[in-house]
């Protein structure tokens, strides 16, 4: 089985930007779809981005549309989130996650591991 290990988040301020990335070991890395997930304060875990298992495809949430871009590198295992604008409201725990399905999903539940997460905190 893969595990995904999240590294590069911080403090920023509002506008900045941050590139969050996700290493993962064990498995075959091109075999799953990987998505990245936040989870603010006393909130749920909600998805943030997906990418496919070659990289052709990626989805995003409205709220980061045209903001993080989520791309991969399967000769590294290697995913990233690269973070630009940053607004307060994207403060949170980032996950990075991995999916077995053909098309990684936008819930938790279709998703099979997960990383310990990442802090991004961003003031205004």
């Known amino acids: 089985q893969v595990q995904p290990v999240e590294s590069g988040g911080g403090l920023v301020q509002a506008g900045g930007s941050l590139t969050l990335t996700c290493a993962a070991s064990?498995?075959?890395?091109?075999?799953?779809?990987m998505g990245w997930f936040r989870q603010a304060p006393g909130k749920e875990r909600v998805f943030v981005a997906a990418?496919?298992?070659?990289?052709?495809?990626?989805y995003y949430t409205d709220s980061v549309k045209g903001r993080f871009t989520i791309s991969r590198d399967n000769g590294n295992n290697i995913v990233y989130l690269q973070m630009n604008s940053l607004k307060p409201e994207d403060t949170a725990v980032y996950y990075c996650?991995?999916?077995?399905?053909?098309?990684?999903?936008?819930?938790?539940?279709?998703?099979?591991?997960w990383g310990q997460g990442t802090q991004v905190t961003v003031s205004s």
């Open positions: 996650t991995c999916s077995q399905g053909l098309i990684p999903g936008r819930s938790p539940s279709e998703y099979n591991y």
């Open positions: 064990g498995g075959t890395f091109s075999s799953y779809g």
């Open positions: 990418i496919s298992r070659r990289g052709s495809n990626t």
